[in-house]
């Protein structure tokens, strides 16, 4: 159980169009989902939480209008890099927490590589 | 500002050996502690956790070791086996929010 599945796994897209990544999980419901970003031999960096039905709360010196997060469903987020650029390649991981979990209980996709030429 | 550090960003460790990786952080408030796995082309997984309450956890091969004075945690794997070879983040956390911050990783080969 706890599976977590992101979509597409890799995509290269051109300078100025916009990506769309969904983050499922498929075997239980998350109130809460978190996106991450990951440069090269880099840590995971924590964009944003966001909570079904209500906006999210993005970190600091992350542009809002920029990753643009939906959470519509308690299974499935979506995270839209609007206007991309190539400095906007990265490896973006999300995460889920189950309904009820402790407080630190998440579990993470396979991650998406974006690539932006 | 890297509030939390793994200094070696690769270990290579003989089979039947221990591996310790290391962790170390910066803020005082942090409470929680983790330890993730990572595989190529997955997700990081969970492995073991600390609170500050405690300064050792253990979970069948892994030991968790922490020291509140020195900022510093440690991961300690005994023995070490080959399906052991990954990426190894730590995470800490503070309070009552759902967010970790993670450290650099390291990256464990544990050869035969």
């Known amino acids: 159980g706890a599976v977590v599945s992101q979509h597409p796994s890799r995509v290269i897209c051109k300078s100025g169009t916009s990506v769309k990544i969904e983050c499922r999980s498929l075997d239980f419901q998350a109130t809460t989902m978190f996106w991450y970003r990951q440069f090269p031999k880099k840590s995971l960096m924590l964009m944003a939480t966001?909570?079904?039905?209500?906006?999210?709360?993005?970190e600091q010196g992350v542009e809002k209008d920029k990753f643009l997060i939906n959470h519509a469903s308690l299974t499935l987020s979506t995270l839209t890099v609007t206007s991309a650029h190539p400095e906007d390649s990265s490896f973006y991981i999300c995460s889920a927490k189950p309904a009820g979990a402790r407080r630190l209980e998440q579990f993470f996709g396979p991650g998406t590589r974006l690539t932006v030429l | 500002d890297q509030q939390v550090k793994q200094n070696s960003p690769s270990l290579s460790v003989q089979e039947g050996r221990i591996s310790i990786l290391n962790c170390d952080y910066t803020n005082s408030m942090f409470d929680y502690f983790l330890w993730y796995k990572k595989y190529p082309a997955e997700g990081p997984t969970f492995l073991i956790s600390?609170?500050?309450?405690?300064d050792k956890n253990e979970d069948g091969r892994f030991t968790v070791f922490l020291n509140k004075s020195a900022k510093h945690l440690s991961l300690h794997i005994v023995p070490s086996q080959p399906g052991d070879s990954a990426v190894y983040f730590c995470?800490?956390?503070?309070?009552?929010?759902?967010?970790?911050?993670f450290g650099t990783g390291t990256r464990l080969q544990v050869t035969l």
């Open positions: 995470a800490v956390s503070t309070g009552t929010a759902s967010k970790l911050t």
């Open positions: 966001s909570n079904e039905g209500s906006k999210a709360t993005y």
């Open positions: 600390i609170s500050s309450i405690k």
